[in-house]
């Protein structure tokens, strides 16, 4: 059932003089501010996830093609890998797919190592972010092991089509690095411009969400 609407927040006016606080939240298009170091499930809009996600480039941009392969088209093709691996996955499960990098439309797609090297604050934030994006569809804030082990697999095959096909890996240095594909039926990918990739992930996001349990 879709999440009902809910009014705009307003933020909270910084204290003036020595102690004023800096601004930690960002307006949305949608008009929404969410904070960036309190994110409430109130904030969290789908079209402002699919808008942003569908402007921000994988593989920081190195790929080929006109367009950059968009974190939106990675999302919706992580979701369809997990039907694969998983046939009849309950539906909450494959939305929580199509959401796992949602966080990225406020923090950006950084890439493995960079996140690596900031430690374990970065991944704090991403966490809190995550937990209220799930929140706010009625999915669960944290996610049993095996189901993240699941998305994580497919997050995985989706990077070795990725590498090979758009970022210029070779099919032996992807496999070291991601894993060989095992499992599913050959896609071949081809990035998309950004509007179309918005509409498709929202597309995918409209129908998952129909298909929830009331």
Known sequence: MPPAAVPPSKPTAPKKGKQAIPRAWQRMLSGRRLDLLD????????????????????????????HPFSVAEHSVLVEKICGQLKPG???????VALLHDAPEY????????????????????????????HLRYGLPPALPKTIEQTIKRADHI???LEATQLAGFSDKEAAEIFGRPRGIFPVTLAPLPPV????AFLARFDTLLKQLPA
């Open 39 to 66: 994110p409430s499930p109130f904030d969290i809009e789908i079209e402002d996830i699919a808008h942003g996600l569908a402007r921000v480039a994988r593989w920081n941009g190195q790929t080929v093609g006109e």
């Open 89 to 95: 996955w309950p539906v909450k499960w494959r939305l």
């Open 106 to 133: 406020v923090i950006g797609d950084m890439i493995s190592p960079f996140k690596t090297a900031l430690g374990v604050d970065y991944k704090d934030f991403e966490h809190r972010l995550e937990a209220a994006i």
């Open 158 to 160: 989706s990077a070795f």
């Open 196 to 199: 179309p990739a918005q509409q």
